[in-house]
């Protein structure tokens, strides 16, 4: 896996959020709060994570 510096851990809370459309390399927009720290998962050592407040799937078309 990536370093640390490279992952972000996003994080949903208690909402779901469906990506049942979403194939495992689809590009997304997520809008959240980030914060520097250190989460250690089985797949990977993570240096930063994100509050999700919205997830969109990736549109090249929408204004930014």
């Given at each position: 896996p990536p370093p640390p510096n490279q992952i972000i851990y996003i994080n949903s809370g208690d909402?779901?959020?469906d990506i049942s459309k979403l194939d495992l390399y689809d590009p997304v927009f997520v809008t959240g709060t980030l914060r520097t720290e250190s989460v250690d998962h089985e797949l990977a050592q993570i240096g930063y994570r994100m509050?999700?407040?919205?997830?969109?799937?990736?549109?090249?078309?929408?204004k930014r």
């Open positions: 909402e779901v959020i509050e999700v407040e919205k997830l969109a799937p990736y549109d090249q078309r929408a």
